[in-house]
């Protein structure tokens, strides 16, 4: 009997031993240094340049439509400037001029599997109803800049629209500053985020944003035609 409970016991001893030891849960994996030094770089980078100024014309709010224009600056290596259109927005009509000199450029509008045969990386996943401005331009030297101006005229009928008598135009502004000069012969009722108001040399309202904030600002504001144009 002890020789037999001696080698139950030696034998529960052998699959004990035998039985590999529980792993420790792993850790998620941390960004390598690289990819959070190109991370922090781009972050860096893409605010230190935001000095352009965007301006929006709205045009009578039943054509949901506006014209801009805003002006960007490309540094030495860039050959090419790549504008993506919001979704529910469509554009027309873009144009672009280097501003020192007042030459225009060649652009072209390239829609969903387009953009994809181009091989142009947009920043985000390309859709079916994906669009882009390209804008292209000779190399940039190194060490030099190319100032650009581009000007585009957008239709947005969730974004820009009359609600009974009452403009709405509803947009985030992700730019350090922003401008909105409101129709002929409508006056400013309501805006969500303090702007300076003026008013053009042809009797029109403009709003002036400024935004410090690495992310949108979310400006929604409303008119009303003045009594006098009704």
Do not use: W
Not at 28 to 47: D, I, K, T, V, Y
Not at 56 to 80: M, N, W
Not at 84 to 93: C, F, K, L, N, P
């Amino acid at each position: 009997m002890k020789a037999r409970l001696a080698a139950l016991l030696l034998l529960g001893s052998s699959v004990a031993s035998a039985q590999p030891a529980p792993s420790a849960p792993s850790a998620p994996s941390a960004p390598s240094a690289s990819s959070a030094q190109r991370e922090r770089a781009e972050r860096l980078r893409e605010r230190a340049r935001e000095d352009r100024e965007i301006v929006y014309f709205l045009k009578p709010p039943e054509t949901h439509a506006f014209e801009l224009y805003h002006d960007v600056i490309q540094a030495g290596g860039a050959d090419r400037y790549l504008n993506v259109v919001r979704a529910g927005s469509t554009v027309q009509d873009p144009k672009a001029v280097v501003l020192d000199t007042g030459e225009s450029l060649p652009v072209e509008t390239l829609k969903g599997e387009a953009i994809r045969k181009a091989g142009l990386d947009i920043g985000e996943p390309v859709r079916p109803d994906s669009e882009v401005v390209v804008i292209r331009f000779p190399k940039v030297a190194a060490g030099q800049t190319l100032r650009l101006r581009i000007s585009e005229t957008y239709t947005d009928a969730g974004r820009y629209k009359l609600e009974g008598d009452e403009l709405v135009f509803d947009r985030g502004f992700g730019r350090t500053r922003n401008a909105v000069v409101l129709p002929a012969g409508y006056a400013l009722t309501n805006c969500s985020i303090p702007a300076t108001v003026s008013e053009t040399e042809d009797g029109r309202i403009r709003l002036d944003f400024v935004n410090p904030r690495p992310d949108e600002i979310s400006v929604l504001l409303t008119a009303r035609k003045r009594r006098s144009q009704k």
